[in-house]
């Protein structure tokens, strides 16, 4: 089955500064690369996602960006603001009825 | 409109008694996944239902743990005997699943948080 790894698991930042969260997935047939945001006692909630057809997504602040042959795939949040503190998952699926594999979780504090 | 919901939002309950776990999902939604969670951790996939079968049930880490999922909609996580170790937040997660890769979404709920004493 698929297998996601997710580094680092904790980054401090100060405020102002990037971040950049890496993720590496097994099997080439994933296609579907979703990240979530998971704030303190709330349930994960999708801020961005990629397809394997694209190599780069971008929403304000947010990117993502994919390399299928090295099968990994990075987010990347600019100017961070001490409100994207929380954990962000990885996760990969390549079937649109198959489950989602998550990462471990990278949790994120931005330094005022 | 209304998110996925889940119950009870906390279950506090003692070694060896079984607890049922409800998720009510997004109406039309047709996927439904439950995952587990402990402290600190990443999300363990349980199991996942399109409508009402469960194509994948190999994260059930036991045979106490058990699901269902009638008319589509609700879902039951049942743990038996219960045991320490079963202390944790269950996820509850539902998505359109409708065939289009855009609509893969997973909408999850808050959460129930299990303490087993």
């Known amino acids: 089955g698929e297998n996601v790894e997710q580094h680092p698991s904790t980054l401090s930042v100060q405020e102002g500064d990037s971040a950049v969260i890496k993720c590496t997935y097994s099997?080439?047939?994933?296609?579907?690369f979703p990240w979530y945001k998971q704030e303190l006692g709330k349930g994960p909630q999708l801020i961005i996602d990629i397809r394997s057809n694209v190599g780069e997504k971008k929403d304000q602040r947010i990117a993502v960006t994919l390399n299928k042959t090295a099968k990994h795939f990075s987010l990347h949040i600019t100017e961070t603001q001490p409100e994207d503190s929380a954990v962000y998952f990885c996760?990969?699926?390549?079937?649109?009825?198959?489950?989602?594999?998550f990462g471990i979780g990278t949790k994120l504090q931005v330094i005022p | 409109g209304a998110g996925v919901s889940q119950s009870p939002s906390n279950k506090v309950t003692e070694k060896g008694k079984d607890v049922e776990l409800r998720c009510d999902p997004i109406?039309?939604?047709?996927?439904l996944y439950w995952y587990r969670q402990s402290l600190g951790q990443g999300l363990e996939f349980l199991i996942y239902?399109?409508?009402?079968?469960?194509?994948?049930k190999s994260g059930l880490p036991s045979d106490r743990f058990s699901a269902e999922r009638t008319g589509g909609s609700v879902s039951t996580l049942t743990i038996q005997r219960t045991q320490q170790e079963d202390s944790a937040v269950y996820l509850c997660?539902?998505?359109?699943?409708?065939?289009?890769?855009?609509?893969?979404?997973?909408?999850f709920g808050p959460g129930t948080r299990l303490t087993v004493l």
């Open positions: 109406s039309g939604h047709t996927a």
């Open positions: 996760a990969a699926t390549y079937r649109w009825y198959q489950k989602v594999t």
């Open positions: 099997d080439s047939a994933s296609n579907y």
């Open positions: 239902f399109q409508g009402n079968s469960a194509p994948d």
């Open positions: 997660a539902s998505s359109l699943a409708n065939g289009r890769m855009e609509h893969n979404e997973q909408f």
